[in-house]
């Protein structure tokens, strides 16, 4: 029976999956500004006829307020409470769009226009689709450390993984070993000839063993990272910051990777 308990609490209270490591997913970073403005309208809407959505969206602000500090989990991670949540402003901004068009069908010399405002939006929005690879936001949505005061950065949209910071970085770099986070790893590794100690999930895996091993290696202390860069004949880490004695900083992209160099002292 304690052990049904104990299994039970531990799938509704529990610690993320990202550790020490607090993802930083502010609502400017995630919902265009647009949407935020078009649900303030709307929410007095929602409140005043649609309370089973209005108590939803307000309990997803709660959940997301409390896991932008804290690493613990209620019920449901992180990542969904802010994916459900956006869906949420999306639809109340739909309510707050329909509230300004009342107020705007009552001035008379706008009403006649309001059908040719829709549709250009429409088609501004369509022109708009193939140029959405090129934000840069998704560089915000970073987990954050603030015991070692070291970030991690998150995976590229539309595999948008190679940039031609990481191709300069090593092109002097030839057929040596490499530490990075998987994904990372294994691009560089294919265009500039060198060997990723961990590659992307669904390839060739080089360490197999331990998926993980990258962000255990960013959450030990210095002792233990330089024990896995013996253990793995590391020549290289590409990777987010940190600062140990036997790793010497070559070179960083804008994308917040920093080249190390290991050096056994």
Do not use: H
């Not at 949407?35 to 969206?57: D, E, M, P, S």
């Not at 006649?112 to 829709?118: R, S, T």
């Not at 940190?242 to 920093?258: A, K, L, T, V």
Request: glycine share 6%; aromatic share 20%; hydrophobic share 45%.
């Amino acid at each position: 029976m304690a052990g049904t308990i104990n299994y039970i609490f531990s799938n509704l209270f529990y610690r993320s999956f990202t550790g020490d490591f607090i993802p930083q997913f502010y609502f400017y970073n995630i919902m265009p500004w647009q949407i935020v403005l078009l649900a303030i309208f709307g929410l007095y809407f929602v409140f005043k006829n649609k309370k089973w959505l209005f108590f939803q969206f307000f309990l997803g602000i709660i959940f997301w307020i409390f896991y932008s500090f804290y690493t613990y989990r209620i019920i449901i991670g992180y990542e969904r409470v802010v994916f459900f949540t956006s869906i949420l402003v999306a639809l109340i901004s739909g309510f707050g769009i329909e509230e300004i068009k009342k107020y705007l069908k009552k001035i008379n010399k706008i009403s006649p226009f309001l059908k040719y405002v829709e549709a250009g939006i429409i088609i501004l929005f369509l022109l708009l689709i193939p140029f959405y690879t090129q934000g840069e936001n998704w560089r915000k949505l970073i987990l954050r450390n603030y015991l070692i005061q070291a970030d991690s950065i998150p995976m590229a949209p539309a595999n948008n993984y190679l940039t031609n910071e990481d191709l300069r970085i090593f092109r002097d770099i030839k057929q040596k070993r490499f530490f990075s986070i998987p994904w990372k790893g294994t691009v560089v590794g294919i265009a500039t000839d060198n060997y990723p100690v961990v590659t992307k999930g669904g390839t060739i895996t080089m360490d197999p063993k331990n998926p993980i091993i990258y962000q255990q290696f960013m959450n030990f202390d210095c002792g233990k990272k330089t024990q896995i860069a013996k253990e793995k004949n590391i020549d290289y880490v590409y990777s987010a910051p940190f600062s140990c004695p036997n790793f010497q900083e070559i070179d960083r992209s804008s994308e917040g990777f920093i080249l190390y160099k290991f050096q056994e002292k």
